[in-house]
């Protein structure tokens, strides 16, 4: 357990370990349970003989299955709706899942003991996001989460995200109070995870890491967190790929996921992030594929306007131990070009090897559409953490190199 850098009770564990730490953790005390798990992996997981148990202690338990990818706005809504219609308030909420999960299971969190009314509406779980009436005092919903992927962090981050459809934007929940009680990591789960997944989550990861370590409020415990999960992610995310059920490799980027979830959750992200939130919203490019698309871009943009000049150039021995050795007297420029040049390799690997899309034009994006995204990324949260502005020409600049 890291507190409170990271007040989350962390454990390693295979399936029937994760199933019975749950039953300890509710052990001492009657609880009503919400577990959202996404109906493709019911079956797979075979949950019945544990929900069965928790009811025997004595629990209550529900069970939601349709979690949507990307949930938005009113799907969120329509959960909160669903709940207060069944009178079943939780008192802990079991995510088992992805990041869509982990989202859904956050905002429920946050929302759910607020007045009825003032979320009745899409408007109203809107202003309640956008003026953050949820960070008021009031209680949240504690989560245990169950990352069927590793690549988003939420399992110990501080945010959530959901869609505006009505906007085609990203709408954040941002308070320490959404860090999930406990997560268990159980390698196994993402065993089945194919290679086009495995890659763009896990280049989520890294670039969480390296935003992170790149951040203006980066410090020195997030950098620990940060470094190391960019060495785990170099070192395993090729090997994942190739072979699925490589439990070595796929513990280490569950790892590293976690340790790049705990750095950003504390140093924040940057013009990467402000670009992707973009991406997703206006044109529905899923998160880790942005992030995957952008990262390598993103460095080299800033790079070449002389932006975290020599930071980048610290990580080339976490990412490149081979390239670090050759160039470990080389000037701080040609150590931060290596670094990028690292990134578009690992990119053009993926591409190559597992047919992941490297450009928007491959994703069926129309280049009209890079202004309005541009347009929205600039006043993204995420930018504020970069070392200089990013303008709508910049983002547009970036845009233009990525489709």
């Excluded at 960070?135 to 399992?155: L, R």
């Excluded at 490799?249 to 950003?264: E, I, K, P, V, Y």
Aim: hydrophobic share 45%.
């Amino acid at each position: 357990m890291f507190s409170p850098f990271c007040p989350v009770d962390i454990r390693v564990l295979n399936r029937t370990e994760g199933i019975q730490a749950v039953r300890d953790m509710l052990s001492g005390q009657k609880h009503r349970l919400l577990a959202l798990v996404p109906r493709q992996l019911c079956g797979p997981l075979a949950l019945s003989p544990f929900f069965t148990a928790l009811q025997g202690d004595g629990h209550a338990v529900q069970l939601m299955t349709a979690i949507p990818a990307n949930p938005s706005v009113s799907e969120l809504r329509a959960l909160l709706d669903e709940l207060r219609r069944t009178a079943f308030i939780p008192t802990v909420i079991l995510a088992i899942g992805g990041g869509s999960c982990m989202d859904l299971a956050k905002g429920a969190s946050a929302l759910l003991h607020l007045p009825a009314q003032s979320t009745a509406t899409d408007d109203g779980v809107r202003a309640v996001i956008r003026e953050r009436a949820y960070a008021q005092e009031h209680p949240f919903v504690d989560i245990i989460a169950m990352p069927t992927t590793a690549g988003t962090g939420s399992e110990v981050t501080l945010v959530a995200v959901v869609a505006d459809t009505h906007k085609h934007a990203k709408l954040s929940f941002t308070s320490y109070k959404l860090v999930p009680h406990a997560a268990i990591l159980d390698p196994a789960l993402t065993a089945t995870l194919p290679p086009k997944l495995t890659a763009t989550t896990g280049m989520d990861a890294l670039t969480h890491a390296v935003e992170a370590y790149t951040s203006i409020q980066k410090n020195p415990v997030s950098d620990a967190f940060a470094v190391k999960a960019i060495e785990l992610i170099a070192a395993n995310l090729p090997r994942a790929c190739e072979q699925g059920d490589d439990v070595e490799a796929r513990t280490n980027l569950a790892l590293a996921s976690l340790m790049a979830g705990a750095a950003f959750s504390n140093a924040m992200v940057g013009i990467v992030h402000a670009i992707g939130h973009s991406l997703g919203g206006l044109c529905h490019v899923p998160h880790g594929q942005a992030m995957m698309m952008l990262l390598p871009h993103c460095v080299r943009w800033n790079i070449d306007h002389g932006v975290h000049a020599g930071l980048y150039g610290e990580l080339l021995g976490y990412l490149d131990p081979t390239r670090n050795a050759q160039l470990a007297n080389a000037p701080a420029a040609e150590r931060d070009q290596a670094v990028c040049e690292a990134l578009f390799a690992l990119n053009k690997s993926f591409h190559e090897k597992h047919g992941v899309p490297l450009t928007l034009r491959e994703l069926g994006i129309e280049h009209d559409q890079l202004e309005a995204v541009a347009k929205q990324a600039r006043y993204d949260g995420a930018a504020l953490y970069n070392a200089t502005e990013v303008t709508i020409e910049d983002a547009m600049e970036i845009l233009e190199a990525v489709y």
